[in-house]
Nanobody, 125 residues
């Protein structure tokens, strides 16, 4: 079992920044690839970013590339998502997740089986 708890969401003006955290606990959670997804009201959950267990490989959705950065501190079992130059269209509930494969970076929600409860990010114009 892996437990994930996101934090760091909030209300920010367009152009601002937020850093989300995802604290993981459970069996060997620090050796897993981690993904970030988001879901806006009335829309499907979409891939945002992913980071390999070592942190050496990251992958981003085109919509956030160059603005968001994923990182991790395995000593703290925590993954981060630094979000800069935020836009109103970034407004959503953000989730971290562990892929079923535990190592492979996937972009579909169905490739992930452990999810956090989500944290709300609201960007005002």
């Amino acid at each position: 079992q892996v437990q994930l708890v996101e934090s760091g969401g909030g209300l920010v003006q367009a152009g601002g920044s937020l850093r989300l955290s995802c604290a993981a606990s459970g069996r060997t959670s620090s050796t897993y690839t981690m993904g970030w997804f988001r879901q806006a009201p009335g829309k499907e959950r979409e891939f945002v970013a992913a980071i390999s267990w070592s942190g050496s490989t990251t992958y981003y959705a085109d919509s956030v590339k160059g603005r968001f950065a994923a990182s991790r501190d395995n000593a703290k079992n925590t993954v981060y998502l630094q979000m800069n130059s935020l836009k109103p269209e970034d407004t959503a509930v953000y989730y971290c997740a562990v892929p079923i494969s535990r190592l492979r970076i996937g972009v579909r929600p169905t490739e992930y089986d452990y999810w956090g409860q989500g944290t709300q990010v609201t960007v005002s114009s």
